[in-house]
Each structure stands twice: as structure tokens, then as C-alpha cells.
């Protein structure tokens, strides 16, 4: 009878050291990211770039933090109406969804949730009118910003579109 359990042990030992596996792949893989300096209301910022589907699909998943003066930035090949989700981020998160002059539509602190809630259950966080771009920050860069200041903030220099940035997959 011991055997069994034994078996599941080793099954459960294997899952666990699965899940911690693919969350160093993704935090390597993200690290590959390519990095850009921009500046956003004025501020100096190193951003990661996602313009591919991968990179934007991995997000900041996995991370434990993200320093003061770094982010990521997304960037669309045209402006459509976005919608991000906080599945495996395990830190909550500032986004700034910008048009295609690189201008603030709209804003959130979104909270970070658990990885175990079904896809279904997780919170959506639209931008509600078209943008080209996506900022996310450590939680409280944005929202500590008044929003007449935001309202006034454009990303510079403005990502250059080009054949690199692939079209959106929709889920």
C-alpha cells in the first residue's frame, strides 16, 4: 500500500518542479526581451519592448518585481481596443494604455490575483477606446500621477512601427 503513495509523491514532487521550471523559462525568456530608454511625463524610463505576440502574451508573468524607472512597454501595429488580464503576475501593476500619438486614454491599478483562478474569473482591464501602445509599471508609478498631469503625458521618443511589430492574435 505504501507504493502508491509513494508514486503520487514522485508525481507531485514532478508537478511542482514543473511549475517552478517554466516560471525561470519565462523570467529568462522575458529578460531577452529587447529594452529601449523612453521618457514618459518627462520621467526617464528603461522599458522592456513586446511588439511580438510571445513577448506581449508573457507580459511581466513570473516576475517578482519591477524596479523603480523600468517597465514594459507594448506596442500594436495599429490602434484597436485592448483588453490585459493579470494571469501568473504575481505583483500588482500600473498600465497606461496610450493612442497612436503616444497620448493616455486610460488608466488602471490592477491588482494581482491568484494563480489558481480560472481564466473566466480573472479581471479585465480594456481601453475602452482605441490605443497603439501599453505601459505597465510597478504598482503606484501611474496612479500616483494627478490625473491632470497624466491627462497631459505623451511616451517620446513614439516606438517606430515597422515589419518587426507582428499583427495581434486574438484569443
Request: proline residues 6%; hydrophobic residues 45%.
Amino acid at each position: 500500500m505504501t507504493r502508491p503513495i509513494a508514486i503520487s509523491r514522485i508525481k507531485f514532487a514532478i508537478l511542482v518542479l514543473s511549475f517552478f521550471s517554466a516560471s525561470r523559462v519565462f523570467s529568462e525568456d522575458a529578460a531577452k526581451a529587447p529594452v529601449g530608454n523612453f521618457k514618459f511625463c518627462g520621467l526617464p524610463y528603461q522599458l522592456e519592448i513586446a511588439k511580438t505576440n510571445q513577448l506581449r502574451t508573457q507580459g511581466l508573468m513570473y516576475r517578482d518585481e519591477v524596479a523603480p524607472g523600468k517597465g514594459m512597454l507594448f506596442i500594436f501595429k495599429k490602434p484597436e481596443a485592448l483588453s490585459f488580464w493579470m494571469k501568473n503576475v504575481k505583483i500588482p501593476l500600473d498600465i497606461a494604455f496610450l493612442d497612436a500619438q503616444g497620448k493616455v486614454v486610460k488608466s488602471y491599478l490592477m491588482a494581482s490575483e491568484s494563480l489558481m483562478i480560472r481564466d473566466n474569473k480573472r479581471t479585465f482591464y480594456s481601453s475602452v477606446k482605441p490605443a497603439q501602445f501599453a505601459l505597465e509599471f510597478a504598482a503606484g508609478t501611474i496612479s500616483k500621477m494627478p490625473k491632470a498631469d497624466l491627462q497631459k503625458c505623451r511616451l517620446q521618443p513614439l516606438p517606430k512601427i515597422d515589419d518587426s511589430v507582428e499583427e495581434s492574435s486574438k484569443f
